[in-house]
């Protein structure tokens, strides 16, 4: 167990304040209505976006268990960073045209057009779900790494980094968030540096050598990574699932989509996916690159020390080996991860609750305060499960829930894409699809080969589903919906749902 030190704890405290501050800053901007507390209204820089949208996908967990993956077998994962450049033609051709045509707050405003307010309220409802749960584990595994080689008390640490985060979030809205995330990601990215430097530097083997070590220990790639025999963890397997989570990501789950909004232009946005998808490849040295510098470290002094766990190694080597006040930065970097992906969380599960769930059926509009409310209510109990968890050291059940609804991910994202390049598509038919997906998904979980498999089974099984049911049962739709598809990107559109709506 290592000592955290007083100077560490200041250099973590003043972070902490330190975003506390962001959030208070733009307080004043946050309360003009809606647009402002959502969408910040629509003047964030395309760069500055597309770095919250970095940071928004890369949580705590990934910042130690991508390491941990390089550590323990090689960089074969990383196929996945590259997925990104794979689908940025279609969000720039065919995604973001569609939510900047009908200007939505939430992703799911355009599957009420398309479809059905069944699929937009189902849409929204599961998204909120499953991010009420993630906030918990975003919380609480990387508190558990941390507190695991430090002398810290768990629960003072989870419940400093949830509540503060969901103050700032709470005061800045939107706006607050991204800005946040913007120094979040810097500080991410720096601290990764630093750890391969460090570790480099401190490696008797010196550079050269160690990088050839590496190498004839099959660290970075090899023909392994294409074996046939092992076909669900091979590259072409991983990139190509790794497309399909992408594509949940960033055309269905709320938190990114609700970045196309906060810029002033459709041709900033588009530069907002292009600054984020060179940040994912600078990701794969600095990130890979930290498991293997580590990797080398400690196979030169004869291995990790007993009682500590890979999945702790980033944060056992940050507070063994580097000097006091760079420690505590670089623990406020891994802490920064959670609070990026808790932050865009909050603020989206209160885009949902208000937009698709308050103000579709109700008589009158939400108030700012009332998007807070949300925004506490959602907060206290992701952090007081995460508190729950470790206290009790009992994730099981959660991890289960968090399972059940994220099956429904990717299939959601086949339900777009149904949507957006085909006119047969329906309400009926896509509805069974959904389901069909989900079930698909569960039963390919089971089968034990990896998330890649449960993705791409999830998202053809509910495309052909989709498909095919909404052929069988065909319905009329009640109004045009030609430019709701590609058949009709470059019309207009005239929104029906103030017509509908009570």
Not at 81 to 102: E, Q, S, W
Not at 153 to 182: H, K, Q, R
Not at 353 to 366: E, G, L, M, P, T
């Amino acid at each position: 167990m290592q000592s955290f030190g007083t100077v560490n704890w200041i250099v973590l405290i003043l972070y902490l304040l330190g975003m506390l501050l962001v959030g208070a800053y733009f307080a004043k901007r946050a309360v003009h209505g809606q647009d402002e507390f959502f969408k910040a209204g629509g003047r964030i820089p395309g760069w500055a976006a597309g770095f919250s949208i970095y940071a928004t996908t890369l949580s705590a967990v990934t910042f130690m268990s991508t390491p941990e993956k390089a550590y323990l077998t090689d960089w074969g994962y990383s196929a996945g960073n590259l997925a990104i450049f794979a689908i940025v033609p279609l969000l720039i051709g065919f995604y973001v045209p569609f939510f900047r045509k009908l200007d939505v707050t939430t992703a799911y405003e355009y599957l009420e057009e398309r479809f059905s307010v069944a699929l937009r309220v189902i849409g929204s409802l599961l998204f909120v779900l499953y991010h009420m749960g993630r906030i918990a584990i975003v919380v609480y595994l990387p508190t558990l790494a941390i507190t695991s080689v430090a002398d810290m008390n768990p629960l003072i640490v989870a419940a400093c980094v949830g509540f503060l985060c969901v103050i700032y979030t709470f005061l800045g809205g939107m706006e607050g968030v991204i800005w946040s995330d913007v120094i979040q990601g810097i500080l991410l990215l720096a601290g990764a540096a630093v750890v391969i430097l460090a570790a480099m530097s401190m490696t008797p083997e010196g550079f050269s050598d160690a990088l050839s070590h590496a190498a004839s220990e099959g660290k970075f790639y090899s023909s392994q990574n294409f074996a046939t025999d092992a076909i669900f963890t091979s590259i072409p397997f991983i990139f190509i699932g790794s497309i399909l989570n992408s594509l949940h990501q960033y055309t269905s789950s709320q938190d990114v989509v609700q970045r196309y909004q906060t810029t002033p232009t459709i041709q900033a946005t588009k530069k907002s996916l292009i600054v984020n998808g060179i940040l994912a490849l600078v990701t794969i040295p600095l990130f890979y690159g930290m498991g293997t510098a580590l990797y080398n470290f400690y196979e030169a002094k004869g291995g990790l020390p007993e009682g500590v766990n890979t999945s702790a190694v980033v944060p056992y080597f940050i507070l063994s080996e580097l000097p006091a006040g760079i420690a505590g930065l670089i623990i406020a970097a891994i802490l920064a991860a959670a609070q990026s992906t808790i932050s865009s969380s909050l603020n989206s599960i209160s885009a949902c609750v208000v937009v698709d769930i308050y103000n579709r059926f109700s008589d009158k509009q939400a108030s700012v305060m009332f998007s807070r409310i949300v925004i506490i209510i959602a907060g206290i109990f992701g952090v007081g499960v995460a508190l729950y968890l470790v206290a009790t050291n009992q994730s099981d059940l959660w991890d289960l829930f968090l399972s059940i609804t994220g099956l429904f991910g990717v299939p959601l994202t086949a339900v777009f894409a149904l949507g957006i390049f085909t006119k047969t598509a329906n309400s009926h038919g896509v509805l069974i699809g959904l389901a069909l997906g989900a079930v698909a998904a569960f039963f390919a979980g089971k089968m034990g080969q990896g998330p890649f498999l449960v993705s791409t089974v999830a998202f053809v099984v509910t495309l052909v589903a989709g498909y095919v049911v909404s052929l069988i049962f065909t319905s009329r739709h009640t109004h045009d919906i030609t430019a709701l598809t590609i058949y009709g990107k470059d019309q207009e559109y005239i929104r029906r749902a103030p017509a509908l709506a009570k």
